[in-house]
Every structure is written in C-alpha cells, then in structure tokens.
C-alpha cells in the first residue's frame, strides 16, 4: 500500500461553520483519511492533515477546493498569515511506498485538473516546481492576493496551469510535492540563551550548518531553560540522530547538558527507525521486518 | 485497532500439500492475516505467523485444530523437534493496543473451546499458566506424544481443559501468551570466538546477565567473524538498547569492536522506537505521533 501525505492550508481559521463544511468535502473521499485538523484564528487559517493513495488524495483536493469556492471570499478575508489562495498550498509528501517523483506527478495531475475544472491559476512548487525561481512558497507567495492580478502579468510569473488573472474569489493555488518536515525540538539544561542561539546557528543551513535544518534558539521561561528549535525539511539527507549528537557536541563544548529532545506534531515512522538502525549499527534491516508493517501490507 | 499475534506451531513439515490445507483453513477467517510461513522437513514442523483482533485469531485456531484433526495423525510421526500435539503450541502475542491480562484471557477462552470442541486436553503455558511448574513450554513438553498418556495421569499433571487421556491423533495442545520474541545479533570485529562466548556469558540471565536474554557465541566462519547470537525475550523489561550498550562495553573490555548488529525475522514497532526515544533522549514522546499509526487507527 502507497501512503502519500497531503497538507492543505486554506484561508479560513474563524468560521467553525467552514471549517468543518470544507472537512466534510473532504471526508466524503472514500480511502482520503483526514489525521488532523487545526485552525488558526489570528491567522484566520486552517491546516489539515490527510493521507491516502494517489487517486483519493487528488479527489479530495478537487472536492476541498469545490467547497471553498462555495464558502471563502478573499475579498473580505484578513489575517496575519500571508495568503494567496482561498485554498492557499496543497503539498503532498511520501511517507511510504511512493516516490518523490510519483508525488510531483501527483501534484502536476491535480494542479492540471484544478485549473481546468475551476478556472484558478496554478503554481507548482519545491520538487514540483518549473524553475528555481518557483521552488520557494515565499517567493511565489510575495504580493498575497492582493497583489497578484500584478503578479500574474508580470514577466515571469505566468501560472504553470490555468489562466493569468486571479479567480476573483478564490485567487490561485500553490499545490506541489515535498519531503515531510519534523519539528524536532532538543531542550538544553541551562538557562543560558546565548548557548541555544549559537548551537543553532552551528547547525542551520542558513549560517553554514546541515543542508537540511532550520533551526533558533528560544527561552522557556516557564520551565527556566533553553531550546534548540528545529524544523528538519528532509529527514532522509539530514537525519535526526546526526543532528542531536551535533547539538549534544556543541552542548558540551559551554558545559551545558542536552536535558531532552521533543517531537511535535507526526512523524513518520522512518525518522525513528533510522534512528534506531544508527545507533544500534543494524545492517541489513528492511522496513517489512516490523510486524505492524507487515500487516499493513498484507490482504 | 488491536494487534494481537499468534504464532502455531504444527506437527507437519514434510507434504507441502497439507501445510497449505491447513494454511488454508486460516485463511479462510476473515481478519486473520498469515504474515509468515516457514516449514522445516528435519523437524516435520511448520511455523505459522498470523496477526488480528482477538475474535479472527480464536476463529482461526479452532479452523487450524480442524484442519490438523483431518490430516495429521502422531501415531506415525517423526521428526527431530519436540512434540505434544498436533497442532502443538499457540501462543497469544500483544503486539498493539492490547494487554498481556488480554492476550491470556484469549489463550484460556480458546484453550476452553477447543477442549470442549474436539475433546483434546490443553495445557496453558508462560503468562497464561495456571502454576508456576507450568510456565515453561518445555516442562509440559517433557515425554512427548509418546510418554503424554502416562504424563496426563500422574500426580500434578491433570489438564487445564479437556479429557484427561490424549487425543488419540493429535496428543495435547499447549496455549498460551508471552511477550514477542526478538532474534536480535550482534556480530564482533574479530575472529575470537572466546570472546563472543564471554559476552554472551556475561549478558544472558542464566549466567547472571539480563533478566530477558538468552545469548550464545557462535562462529560465523565463512565471514570469519564471530556473533553474538541473542533471544530478547522481552524487550519491554529489557530493551534492545540496553543490551547493545552492554556488548559494547564488554566488546571493548577485550579490544574487540562491535561490527554491526541484524534482527533477524520480524519486530514489533515499539521495539525499535524505544530504542530511537532512548539514544534521541525524546521526551513525552507517545506511538500516536507516528503518522502511519495515526492512519492505521483513523476510520
């Protein structure tokens, strides 16, 4: 069995009403499971998580996108998350079984089918991206709604499908495919912030660290100590445990302690596994070795 | 969802073409799924591996018992494994979502139906025993088929189910519940096969080690290494991360390395994300994070 995830943001976090009539499209996908559901009132967003095989995935977009339409009016919609979109960003993300390539073909079908069905312009974005330039949601997101009948006509910035002018209600879509992002945060036995702010900037990309970590040093007042706060964008080539003993040595080197590390949100089961198979130098070890996926996978 | 597995071992190893009618009668019960099937014509013996909620696997049992009543008859069996029966040992496995307390109520109600069924005696062993002379499968397997009718009438040896004579086919069935089993080595650096005895020695519980391993050196000649062959018998009282640590520091008490380490056969799930939350230091870490848990227990 294919496992793909997908992680629709839409620009509704304060109608409860909404929230669950656009949920309600979704569910009546039979084999789109939705894993969970969040809105953000300030951010006037909601997200919703749902994974499934191919064909369910991209019918259950079509049937969120027909009920946004039916329901969101950018017009008249505010908050503080920048937004293009009545259904802003549709990333599907391989979890097991599927390829990168085969969630960039999924992504370019449903982006297709979207733009043909509801007349709203398209983007595709990181691995499905047409060019460098569109890799990057912020950079296609520059100008949010409100900017892009310019955006749109300026060179450059044609939509990969569907017309040039915005949907006067529900303005564009940027549907692509990604590796899924775990928040992986590592707690530090000091109260020392300037120690959390250096061992971030020692591992994030950004400032010379793995290719693949956002990362910032934060304060837990409540707790009197410090974190590491980690956004690892591809588990596969920047694995989780070469991260913690990265952090774990430039701990050390202040004489502070690693207290704890923390995973918010999911995770797929491959991160933890590989861990596993790391530090117990396991070779040879395959996934249809574990009993529960073993009888995922047999009929 | 619950995960219990059960894993029959039957007195047929030798015509492929009973194994597969008894296979058959597993099959045939929906929600019973057959993982693995491995037969061994030395031992005239099969192995069934099969994983479902507790009403399949009874169901399927009782289907198997059946089946082996039609097609298997001790009185003219050999082979170089031990027996009792038939089908000989069941043994009951929580593997996810369920409790031993289950796993052995499971093992008495089927015991009871059985018995009652196809007037065979049972015996119920390790977790489920009814005394502490009855845990260990070997104690009750002690005199075989051959000796089981005098065995059933001395002193303390009475059934917990069924007729105190044996079956005249299929013997006695031993059921039960234990933990999963992992098959769990650790290959050394070195040829020294003293010293692979040595840790072995030093883990195992018989010779003072971990209260739930079971650990022998062997040579793996063709590699012209040597291995620490173990059994974990419980990896939730001793966990697999525990027992690597320790070869690893007794390896290194002789100047030997740990070259790598395999799981042989299958694994729970939990198994190797405990090892991850041990060696990650992940705090309020919980299974339900794991998004292919999370769709497995989504409707």
Known sequence: MKIIECVPNVSEGRRPEVVEALLGAVRSVSGARVLDASSDPAHNRSVFTMAGDAAPLKAAVLALVAAALEHIDLRTHTGEHPRLGAVDVVP????DGVTMAECVALAEETGAE???R???????????ASSPARRNLEDIRRGEFEGLAAKLSSPGWAPDFGPSQPHPAAGAIVIGARMPLIAFNINLATDRLDVAK????AIRHS???FRFVKAMGI???DRGIVQVSINLTNYEKTPMHRVFDAVHREAARYGVAVLESEIIGLTPQAALVS????YLQLARFSGTQILENRLRNSS
């Open 92 to 95: 599907f993300v391989p979890i």
């Open 114 to 116: 979207v733009a043909t």
């Open 118 to 128: 509801f007349k709203i312009p398209v983007f595709l974005y990181e691995e499905a």
């Open 198 to 201: 250096k061992i971030a900037s």
């Open 207 to 209: 400032s010379g660290g």
């Open 219 to 221: 304060a837990l007042d």
């Open 275 to 278: 861990a596993a198979e790391h």
